[in-house]
C-alpha cells in the first residue's frame, strides 16, 4: 500500500495531484474511455478489469501542472460493493451508462448512492457511452443527471467524441474541489471511516 500515494499531501513537483475515479456497471466502457483520454488510444478488445489498475497522467490546466491518477476497476464488483479505498480521497467521479444497454442506465441510482455514503460531496458527471453506436439516442434527454444537477456528457472511447472535453471538466473539477479548502465533511467522514477499522480490528477475535 506505500507505493498509493498520500493526496492530501504530495504534489511532487505539481502544483495539484487528484484522484479521479470511474463507475458503473461492467463493459459500459470505464476503462476504454480512460485509456481514450489518457493513451488516446483504443483498442477494441473485450478484457474486463478484474483488478485494480491505476493510470497515471499529466495535465496543463490554466498554466499549473496537474497530476491525475485515473483508478479503473471492475464494474462487475457492484453486487458485492466496490472497496472502501476505491472511494478514499477521490476528487472526482464519473458514472458511465451504455446507450446500448438501457439496465446500465436503470443501475446509475445504485452507484451513486454508494458514492455517496463514501464521498458526500465530491463532483461527479455523468457520461453515456457509445454513442457511435446509437447516434439518435444523443436527442434522448436523461432525467437521472438533471435530477441531480451532473453534468452529462454523450461520448464515445471508440471515436473519441467529446472524451477530452469531459475529462477536461472532470479535472477541472477535482481541482477545483481539492483547492477549496479541507472539505469538513470529508474529514468527519474519514474519521468515521477510521473508528469502524479499528472497531472492525478491536472485535475481530
Ligand atoms: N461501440 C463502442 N464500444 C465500446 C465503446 N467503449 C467501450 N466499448 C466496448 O465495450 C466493451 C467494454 O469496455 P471496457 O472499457 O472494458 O468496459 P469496463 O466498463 O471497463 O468494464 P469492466 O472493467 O468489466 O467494469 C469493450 O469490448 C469495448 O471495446 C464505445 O465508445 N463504442
Ligand atoms: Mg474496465
Given at each position: 500500500m506505500s507505493e498509493i500515494p498520500d493526496y492530501e499531501s504530495s504534489h511532487e513537483g505539481y502544483d495539484s495531484r487528484v484522484k479521479i475515479i470511474c463507475l458503473g456497471d461492467?463493459?459500459?466502457g470505464k476503462s476504454k474511455l480512460v485509456e481514450r483520454f489518457v493513451m488516446n488510444g483504443y483498442q477494441p478488445?473485450?478484457?474486463?478489469?478484474?483488478a485494480l489498475t491505476l493510470f497515471k497522467h499529466e495535465y496543463q490546466l490554466n498554466g499549473k501542472k496537474i497530476a491525475i491518477d485515473f483508478w479503473d476497476t471492475a464494474g462487475q464488483e457492484r453486487f458485492q460493493s466496490m472497496h472502501t479505498s476505491y472511494y478514499h480521497q477521490a476528487h472526482c467521479c464519473i458514472l458511465v451508462f451504455d446507450v446500448t444497454r438501457k439496465v446500465t442506465y436503470k443501475n446509475l441510482p445504485t452507484w451513486y448512492k454508494e458514492l455517496r455514503q463514501h464521498r458526500p460531496e465530491i463532483p461527479c458527471l455523468c457520461a453515456a457511452n457509445?454513442?457511435?453506436?446509437?447516434?439518435?439516442?444523443?436527442?434522448t434527454s436523461f432525467n437521472f443527471p438533471k435530477k441531480h444537477g451532473m453534468p452529462f456528457y454523450f461520448v464515445s472511447?471508440?471515436?473519441?467524441?467529446n472524451v477530452v472535453k469531459m475529462f477536461r471538466h472532470a479535472i477541472q473539477a477535482a481541482v477545483e474541489y481539492r483547492t477549496s479548502g479541507s472539505d469538513i465533511t470529508d474529514l468527519i467522514m474519514e474519521e468515521l471511516e477510521r473508528m469502524e477499522l479499528e472497531e472492525t480490528e478491536q472485535t475481530s477475535p
Open positions: 461492467s463493459a459500459v478488445q473485450q478484457l474486463s478489469t478484474y457509445k454513442i457511435d453506436a446509437n447516434m439518435a439516442i444523443t436527442k472511447a471508440s471515436d473519441g467524441t
